[in-house]
T-cell receptor, first 111, second 114 residues
């Protein structure tokens, strides 16, 4: 079991550029979550999917953020255009039944 | 009112002491409760889960749940310097069964001093 895999580990981009974060959940897990962590706001739930279907995206901060899950083994979180205030660590987590396992995260810096 | 509240700390305890971490939550319908440990620069790691009232013990860790008071706690016995980390309380809300939205508190920073 390779765990939840996120890429890239680090991303530095200029303001206004498009950023795509990727996540591969644990095989067999039917829930997938995207979180953002900052010092000020802690771990915030952005969106989650069940069986590839978005269930709740109320945490997505604005229309610049979008997420997709085209199949059970892949999800993306896209920010377009990016802004400096989007700088944070973005975590993906997956779950089946009980227990939520986190990926290593993507540290995004927008300059 | 925040959905999950924790004292941010830091909580400082001497090595070998008991560390007590507390958490309150607002959704009375919540059914699953978790404690995660997060070392600086790392991802959250699940250390305890609890689903029914009472105590659940796992090694040096004991989770306690009181649904009537909407209160969850984590006790760490014989605290070690390696336990120094941020401890995140997480609660499922708005879903059914044991899944659904997993909402986190801000976390409590624990410092165990040798």
């Amino acid at each position: 079991d390779a765990g939840v895999i996120q890429s890239p580990r680090h991303e530095v981009t200029e303001m206004g550029q498009e950023v795509t974060l990727r996540c591969k959940p644990i095989s067999g897990h039917d829930y997938l979550f995207w979180y953002r962590q900052t010092m000020m706001r802690g771990l915030e739930l952005l969106i989650y999917f069940n069986n590839n279907v978005p269930i709740d995206d109320s945490g997505m901060p604005e229309d610049r953020f979008s997420a997709k899950m085209p199949n059970a083994s892949f999800s993306t979180l896209k920010i377009q255009p990016s802004e400096p205030r989007d700088s944070a660590v973005y975590f993906c987590a997956s779950s089946f039944g009980r227990g939520y396992t986190f990926g290593s995260g993507t540290r995004l810096t927008v300059v | 009112q925040k959905e999950v509240e924790q004292n941010s700390g830091p909580l400082s305890v001497p090595e070998g002491a008991i560390a007590s971490l507390n958490c309150t939550y607002s959704d009375r319908g919540s059914q699953s409760f978790f404690w995660y440990r997060q070392y600086s620069g790392k991802s959250p790691e699940l250390i305890m889960s609890i689903y029914s009232n009472g105590d659940k013990e796992d090694g040096r860790f004991t989770a306690q749940l009181n649904k009537a008071s909407q209160y969850v706690s984590l006790l760490i016995r014989d605290s070690q310097p390696s336990d120094s980390a941020t401890y995140l309380c997480a609660v499922t809300t708005g879903g059914s069964g044991n899944t659904g939205k997993l909402i986190f508190g801000q976390g409590t920073t624990l410092q165990v001093k040798p």
